[in-house]
């Protein structure tokens, strides 16, 4: 049976294959329930990557996106589900993987997702007081940010 039949029979959602890599394509309410299974169920042990595709005039704006690998089969898997504009909001991976602290906190700085169950969503790649999140495809990239100055070292 192929990792794309065991995917859907364990989880019983759509699943595509993208660049030789099976995608996983989850609704928001049921993220947190797929990572679950896939690592319980099917081995996926490693969380690689959390991050977010925008996707301006489409309903939902945004994918969240989480690639997961199987260290014992040597397999990637990609999960994906839509969350709003208006109410961007998906469950945290943190309950089940804890590099998903660092992974998620960079996704709410760049897009302004926010990971519920994660409570340090503090920027990491951006400093307190920087308006706006820069990888959405609408960022005025021309914004003038708040200088800061630099501290001693």
């Known amino acids: 049976m192929s990792l794309q039949e065991r995917l859907q029979g364990a989880l019983?959602?759509?699943v595509t294959v993208s660049f030789g890599m099976p995608v996983v394509h989850v609704d928001a309410a049921q993220w947190l329930a797929a990572a679950r299974?896939?690592?319980d169920?099917?081995?996926f042990d490693m969380l690689l990557d959390v991050t977010a595709v925008d996707w301006p005039g489409r309903l939902p704006r945004f994918?969240?996106?989480?690639h997961l690998f199987a260290t014992a089969t040597?397999?990637?898997v990609r999960v994906k589900t839509g969350v709003q504009e208006h109410s961007p909001v998906?469950?945290?991976l943190l309950p089940l993987y804890s590099g998903a602290a660092f992974l998620e906190r960079e996704c709410h700085d760049m897009f302004g997702i926010v990971f519920q169950g994660n409570?340090?969503?503090r920027p990491i790649l951006l400093y307190e007081g920087f308006v706006g999140h820069p990888l959405r495809k609408d960022y005025d990239k021309h914004h003038e940010q708040p200088l800061v100055p630099y501290r001693d070292s």
């Open 90 to 92: 998906v469950d945290s």
């Open 12 to 14: 019983g959602v759509e």
């Open 41 to 43: 169920a099917l081995g």
């Open 119 to 121: 409570a340090d969503l």
């Open 74 to 76: 040597q397999q990637r």
């Open 37 to 39: 299974t896939l690592r």
């Open 63 to 66: 994918d969240v996106v989480a």
